[in-house]
Structure formats: C-alpha cells, structure tokens
C-alpha cells in the first residue's frame, strides 16, 4: 500500500519493495513451474506463457498500488507512452528466460528495477530455483543473499570465461582470441549478475535485448565494479521511446575496453 510519504531514489525501502514483490512472484510462477503452463507465440516468435502473464499481473498490481507515480514498462504489459512523463518507472520482466522456465531449467529469474533519469537506482534478479536473490543500490554495492559481491579480477582477454549466445561464444575467431567458452544462459539478466558475481569474466548479448532483460541487472555489474555497454563502450540509458539496445557485453572495468574493440571487430 502506497504510505503517502515522499520516496528518495534508490532508497531502501525501494529496494525491499523490490525484494518482496520478487519473492512472491518468483512463488507465483513455481506454482506453474514443470506443470506444463498454456504456451503460446507472440509476434516476435518468442514464447509467452500464462505464468508470465500471472506473475506480471502481480507485480503490476503490488508495485503500482506501493507506488502510484511510478511510471510501467514490463515485456508483458503494452507499451503505454505515458511513462515517459515519469520521474521513475518500474521496469519489469516477470519471468526473464521463459524458454528455460518452460525445459524445466533452473537458471530463469524475475529482474525488476526502478528507474530515474534513464537509468537504474534499485535492482533485483531472483532465480526462484537456485534461491539467489541478487540486490543492487546505486552507489551502494551489490549483494547476493546479503553477501556483498564484486566482479572477477580478469585483466586479459585472453582465458578469460565469455558467456553468450552461441553465435558469439562458439564463434572461432572468439575463441581463438583466448575466450574461454561457459555454458550459455538463457535469462539474460542472470547472464549478467554472473558477471557482477565474479563466477564468469563477460557476459554477451545480441542485438534487439530490451530494457526489462536488462536495467536491473545493469545496476549488478555497476555496483560490483563492471559495467554494461554497446560495442562503442557506451553504456545504456532506459525508459527511452526506443525500449530495444544493439549488442551489449558485461564485464569488469578494465576489461570493456579489450572486449568491445574484439568483438566489434569479430561479430560486431
């Protein structure tokens, strides 16, 4: 229930309705988890299931109702211009991966943010399965089941671990740069808190990612000491008309430079 009083951005108590709402949405969606869920194919040929659209309509009606003035773009709600006019938005993918959630995989998460100023100042991704509930603050650290986290100490390219679609870390000429191939994750956002966690050095994207797979876990990799840019080292601004990104790659700081310059080159 909104409380009627002012709330700071990045603000904790932004962050533990973040974490709250997570958790019962990550519940929600167990209910339907291996039962075989009504699946269906939307314009762009990815999957949607009524367990997206039931987590979604939770966190719409928790958050909107916590938070009133806070603007809405979620991948499974229609698009609605009128976020644009707000200070702060939520955004929102209620179950980032459904292809895994839907194979039974355990890597799916809930990635939810708040938003200002084009970009994130409080993030959570929750993997219900694995119980990992990955927090972000902006200027605050990143946190994993309350355990601060920072990025890996990889200095070179060379053996450093590349998670990402098989197009790019299957690529040879990737791989014969000095990458080390990881298994491929199918939630982007949890690809990303990987690399906030330190367990994978890069982390990859394609083209045509969105602003839900990505302002949460965006604010991760900051606040572990990586970052999340395009190819160019530019790095991501959210609640744009435009809501889709070119290619992306997380990682540490020094490493963003050597990555994107190779990859620009190799697949870029």
Not at 50 to 62: F, I, K, N, Q, R
Not at 170 to 198: H, P, Q, T
């Amino acid at each position: 229930m909104n409380d009627g009083q002012e709330h700071a951005p990045g603000s904790m108590d932004d962050l533990a309705l973040l974490e709250g709402a997570a958790r019962q949405a990550g519940e929600i969606a167990l209910s339907f988890f291996g039962g075989d869920p009504k699946t269906w194919f939307k314009d762009n040929k990815s999957p949607v299931s009524e367990a997206d659209l039931a987590v979604d309509g939770y966190l719409a009606e928790v958050l909107l109702a916590a938070r009133p003035d806070y603007g809405w773009l979620s991948e499974e709600t229609t698009d609605n211009s009128d976020r644009l006019e707000c200070q702060r938005v939520f955004i929102v993918d209620p179950i980032d991966g459904t292809r895994a959630f839907l194979a039974g995989g355990d890597e799916w998460t809930v990635a939810l943010a708040v938003v200002e100023n084009g970009r994130p100042t409080a993030g959570v991704v929750y993997s219900p399965v694995r119980q990992e509930m990955f927090t972000a603050i902006a200027g605050k650290g990143t946190f994993l089941n309350g355990e601060a986290l920072e990025v890996s100490g990889q200095a070179n390219v060379a053996g450093a671990s590349l998670t990402g679609p098989h197009s790019i870390a299957a690529n040879k000429d990737v791989l014969n740069a000095g990458f080390k191939r990881s298994a491929n994750i199918r939630s982007l956002a949890y690809r990303i808190a990987l690399v906030a966690a330190g367990r994978v050095d890069v982390a990859a994207a394609r083209g045509s990612a969105s602003d839900w797979d990505l302002a949460a876990a965006d604010l991760l990799v900051q606040e572990a000491g990586g970052r999340l840019t395009d190819l160019s080292g530019q790095g991501v601004r959210y609640n744009q008309a435009v809501t889709r990104h070119p290619a992306l790659i997380a990682a540490p700081e020094r490493l963003v430079s050597p990555v994107c310059e190779l990859l620009s080159r190799l697949v870029g």
